[in-house]
């Protein structure tokens, strides 16, 4: 059978399911609920929270008043909102008429004008506040809703939980329209670069695609949805499967025979994707709900992804005899002769102690707005918000009675203190922080009755007053067995609400003995999930280490290569960890898996060479058309490819992109440079 005819035929057997896996997968849905990136056993926590104290959202809209605005037109605007909220199942929100019991917008802010003092102030010359309690929606229900809102005729500001999510859904889609077509456009054009054949060129491309389906199909079989993290499978089968072609079209082109090229090349091919397999699988140790199911699927998608082509590539291309030829030359320094041994091992020390240095003092980010551009519509909304009305929930204090009694007016008057002292502590440091508490509603709400800012005399009193505040408000406050305090600011960096939550542990701890504290919340849980990341890098980072020295050490038997293996694939990791320490680069839930999954993958090329390297008389032609040549080619086209992941403006994708792509032209550069002066291999040497 003809060369050509057999493609065509390869062509087309690969387009067909790769059609019908697109048109089945087309539906997968985005979830990136917090609930993902926490902690599992701190989510119990969570949940047990939500559980008492209720989980719906709330959604803070801003309604900017515009030049032709009055009284009327702001009623109406105020009217259509509700409206909207009641079409989407929202009954529960408060206006500025709740809190002030004032008619019109400018009586509210005459009103808020005649009471400073006033904690949250709903109106303001520029703009009127609706708090509004939004149900736990599913996917298409929070997509409606806030696409409707975005659709009013006038401008409005949205903050809320609710409202990021849905903002990390639509990155999470935009991910694969916006990265999909750069990414096709560069291994298209790479690949007709280096094989000089279109035919040979759609063929491998093909392949990769019907391998990004497999990655969607995953999804949809193991989860019916993808997340932030989980959205990039496909797009890593797809380079994956690039870079595997690479290799097999290389050894086609040199053995002329897919028998022989797989008696070549096969060993070495297996074990890469094993290695990259291991990388990606290590993951699974993290006890982050949305980090364990990126490892799972994309672990799953590139076994299945390797099975089904390691057995069909070699059913298609079985008839098909190639012509030897070279692939484009891709010279590259190799082995240069003033490196020596000495100097690697000094150098991998170096790399070593730095990283040692630098680990425990990495930091993270866990604020989901830090993940946006800063002129993303999210970001412009919340800090609109903020700078009107205050911030949002930092912090939930559980306060419980040693006694397990119910609270009463007495200790409604104590911890009222316990607030006040704790304001003190951070107003100099958090000149924003805002208190939201049962004694705080009721202070503001005999602020709005009498005119003072006070705790009425008598437990009665108290009681009256607290029943007037909208239930919007209060909803969370109302559990006579626990009191709930909140902490409000803008966003903190981690390090500032690090130093926050010390000034409130070591306040409370000098509180009297009848009262027991603990801290919950969604940001507070959040950021504890977040501790455990670093931890989680070395967990998965070690057993990746561990797993790819083990297929290392079984596969050549020999403790030299092993050392050699260890000492060459090491320092991009360490030298990387180093680095994001010295430049004060934050470590996320996206870029905490690039050291892990990037071992296995800086593997890829160490286990060609040391295969290669033990075979006795290897030609140096041979040597540099069959395996430097493809591993030039591949990694080219790997890192290109994560390189356009810094396109994508979502912070983490970016970084996690752009870092990878770095730990493997580092990985690439060790290779050829440390690697075979371990071995004692050199160009020459190789010719002799």
């Not at 206006?95 to 005459?110: D, G, S």
């Not at 193991?222 to 997340?227: D, F, L, M, V």
């Amino acid at each position: 059978m003809k060369k050509t005819n057999s493609l065509k035929i390869c062509f087309l057997i690969l387009i067909i399911p790769t059609i019908l896996l697109f048109l089945w997968t087309k539906d997968l849905s985005q979830n990136n609920k917090e609930y993902l990136f926490l902690d599992k056993n701190l989510k119990k926590n969570y949940d047990q929270f939500v559980h008492t104290f209720g989980h719906d959202d709330q959604l803070l809209i801003e309604i900017i008043k515009t030049a032709p605005d009055n009284d009327q037109t702001l009623l109406n605007k105020i009217l259509l909102i509700t409206k909207k909220l009641e079409t989407h199942k929202i009954s529960t929100w408060t206006t500025p008429f709740e809190t002030t019991r004032k008619k019109t917008p400018t009586e509210w802010i005459k009103f808020y004008q005649k009471h400073p003092l006033m904690d949250f102030k709903l109106a303001t010359p520029n703009s009127l506040f609706l708090v509004a309690q939004v149900p736990n929606l599913n996917d298409k229900e929070q997509i409606s809703f806030y696409k409707d809102m975005g659709q009013l005729p006038f401008p409005i500001n949205l903050a809320g939980m609710g409202y990021t999510n849905y903002h990390l859904n639509i990155m999470g889609q935009s991910i694969q329209k916006k990265l999909f077509p750069l990414l096709f456009i560069l291994t298209l054009l790479t690949s007709f670069y280096y094989y000089r054949n279109l035919e040979i060129t759609l063929f491998v491309f093909i392949n990769s695609l019907f391998a990004t389906m497999i990655g969607l199909a995953v999804l949809k079989i193991g989860y019916r949805e993808a997340n932030i993290l989980t959205t990039s499978v496909p797009l890593i089968n797809f380079v994956t499967t690039q870079s595997l072609s690479i290799h097999v079209i290389s050894g086609l082109f040199t053995y002329r025979t897919i028998g022989l090229s797989y008696k070549r090349k096969l060993t070495p091919m297996l074990l890469m994707v094993s290695s990259t397999i291991v990388g990606f699988f290590s993951l699974v140790t993290s006890d982050i709900i949305a980090v364990k199911q990126f490892a799972i699927t994309s672990s799953v998608a590139l076994l299945v992804t390797t099975a089904f082509f390691i057995f069909t590539w070699k059913f298609l291309l079985k008839d098909i005899r190639f012509e030897k030829r070279h692939m484009r030359p891709l010279n590259v320094l190799y082995a240069p002769k003033f490196i020596t041994r000495p100097m690697v091992y000094t150098f991998s020390l170096i790399c070593l102690l730095l990283a040692i240095y630098a680990y425990p003092r990495l930091t993270t980010t866990v604020e989901a707005l830090y993940f946006f551009p800063k002129d993303h519509p999210l970001v412009v909304s919340y800090d609109h918000i903020v700078s009107n009305i205050g911030g949002t929930p930092k912090l939930d204090i559980i306060f419980k009675k040693s006694d397990k009694s119910d609270f009463e007016y007495q200790d409604l008057l104590n911890l009222d203190k316990l607030q006040d002292r704790l304001k003190v502590k951070l107003s100099p440091t958090f000149p924003k922080i805002q208190f939201i508490s049962p004694a705080s509603l009721i202070k503001n709400a005999n602020y709005a009755y009498t005119g003072d800012k006070i705790i009425p005399a008598s437990a009665m009193a108290s009681s009256l007053i607290f029943s007037q505040v909208p239930a919007t408000l209060k909803s969370s406050f109302s559990d006579t067995n626990l009191y709930h305090l909140v902490l409000l600011n803008p966003t903190l960096p981690t390090e500032n609400y690090i130093q926050m939550l010390r000034i409130v542990e070591d306040e409370l701890k000098v509180t009297s003995d009848k009262y027991k504290f603990s801290f919950n919340g969604l940001n507070y849980t959040l950021m504890q999930s977040q501790k455990h990341l670093v931890h989680s890098l070395l967990i998965s980072l070690g057993l990746s280490i561990a797993l790819v020295c083990l297929i290392v050490g079984i596969s050549f038997r020999d403790l030299k290569k092993l050392s050699h293996f260890i000492i060459s694939n090491t320092p991009p990791i360490t030298l990387t960890i180093a680095l994001l320490f010295f430049t004060q680069t934050a470590l996320n839930i996206s870029t905490i898996k690039t050291f892990s999954i990037s071992f296995g993958m800086i593997f890829d090329s160490t286990i060609h060479l040391l295969y290669n390297y033990k075979r006795p008389n290897l030609d140096a032609n041979i040597f540099q058309q069959a395996v430097l040549n493809p591993i030039y080619m591949s990694s080219f086209v790997t890192i290109g490819s994560f390189i356009i992941f810094g396109f994508h403006e979502f912070i983490p994708i970016k970084q996690f992109g752009l870092l990878l792509a770095f730990l493997l032209t580092l990985g690439l550069f060790f290779d050829v440079l440390l690697l075979p002066v371990l071995e004692k291999k050199s160009s020459n040497e190789l010719r002799e």
